[in-house]
């Protein structure tokens, strides 16, 4: 059955290539994926694969059934695009102004279409249920997933599998980690409101950038000198704004920023700590201020039984070369939402092109991947689906 399928799947890399490189072209952003779904829709339907679109949102469930009863397992690609230029010098380059896939969402598509091709195809042989979930909105809270698991996409599911193709690594490595293997990512705004005035006269004004400056320092020291440094953690200030003219003091600056974390204790404790910070600086400068935060994705928690089989499924992959347990990345996910509903595991596979030494990373303007990468994703998720019912 395996050769079977690596088989297939070898016969259709070209196929896979040219999906990946269309919708390279053809990006478009968070929530607003309207073509791309009509696209993957339309390759399930002219294979007279069960589909539904509109699934809680843009997003497009199809299902294969296999001749012989079995588990239903799931199988999970994003197809979002992010605001960024795309200045790659390739002949498939996007072609839409100021949008471009520089995360692999284009390449994670593709796998999974001709995965559920192959599948399709080998049906008779197979047993179980295949789902295959193809997600909207990924890169931009609060995500796709939640809203189409709130439509369904998880129903009769006993477990799932997602791979992201992984830019920093060298193709033919699977990382994988049980627990804990992605951060909850949040994001926050801090308004500050003091007292402008002219620049010559500093005593008569409060100065929201002096106080604004004294708060990146201050909650810099919440994973310095709060957080047990056993435990990881992140607070990130991107943003710090405060536009006035040369001889003018603010009376106003905004900071934005992301806190990164594992545990939901120290999550909760970080947004305890930042709020009271802000309080206290402001209080102290004779200010006022606006603080809110957004809970982004939760961490994403591979399940143990999950990632203990899916290593032993990529060891059957000739083309992996490399399997390692990956270190928690503080980037965010929200697969999460699906391994708090079922069991299951997401792993990192390698992608990085031109060998070791090149390639950019991840949401950079120049960003790409090996695309030799797809393949041995959809061979990982192909042995995975169909080996889940000799696991269980």
């Known amino acids: 059955m395996l050769n079977e399928l690596f088989t297939a799947l070898e016969g259709s890399y070209e196929e896979m290539v040219a999906i990946r490189r269309y919708m390279h072209q053809h990006p478009e952003l968070s929530f607003q994926e309207y073509n791309t779904a009509k696209y993957i829709q339309s ?39 992010l605001p960024i230029q795309d200045e790659k010098d390739v002949p498939y380059k996007s072609l839409v102004p100021g949008v471009m896939h520089a995360c692999g969402h284009d390449g994670h598509t593709a796998t999974l279409l001709v995965l559920a091709k192959t599948l399709n195809h080998l049906k008779d042989e197979l047993e179980g249920t295949y789902v295959f979930i193809h997600q909207h909105a990924e890169e931009y809270a609060p995500g796709g997933a939640i809203s189409m698991i709130e439509d369904g996409c998880l129903e009769g599911v006993d477990v799932i599998f997602g791979t992201h193709l992984w830019a920093s690594e060298p193709t033919g490595t699977i990382q994988y980690r ?22 010559a006269q500093p005593h008569k004004t409060q100065d929201a950038i002096v106080i604004a400056s004294q708060l990146v320092l201050n909650l810099q020291q919440i994973v310095s000198r709060r957080v047990n440094p056993i435990d990881s953690a992140v607070v990130t200030i991107g943003s710090f704004t405060a536009q006035n003219a040369f001889n003018v003091i603010a009376d106003k600056a905004q900071l934005i920023g992301t806190v990164r974390t594992f545990n939901d204790d120290i999550r909760q404790f970080i947004e305890d700590e930042m709020d009271r910070i802000i309080a206290g600086t402001c209080a102290m400068t004779r200010s006022s201020y606006n603080f809110r935060y957004n809970r982004g994705y939760p961490a994403v928690v591979n399940h143990e039984n999950e990632t203990a089989f899916l290593i032993s499924c990529a060891q059957q992959i000739a083309e992996v070369t490399t399997i390692e347990e990956t270190e928690p990345q503080m980037g965010g996910e929200d697969f999460a939402y699906y391994l708090q509903n079922v069991p299951g595991t997401f792993f990192f596979t390698g992608a990085k092109p031109n060998g070791t030494d090149s390639g ?33």
């Open 43 to 81: 390759f399930y339907e002219n294979l007279q694969i069960e589909v539904k679109g509109n699934v809680g949102g843009n997003g497009v469930v199809a299902k294969v059934y296999g001749k012989k009863p079995g588990k239903t397992v799931a199988l999970r690609a994003d197809f979002d695009a």
């Open 178 to 199: 049980t627990g804990p293997i992605m951060a909850a990512a949040d994001r926050f705004e801090i308004d500050i409101q003091g007292k402008g005035g002219h620049g």
């Open 360 to 392: 950019y990373p991840h949401h950079h303007p120049k960003f790409d991947i090996d695309e030799k990468a797809m393949l041995i994703a959809a061979k990982t998720l192909g042995v995975a689906a169909i080996n889940i019912h000799r696991n269980h």
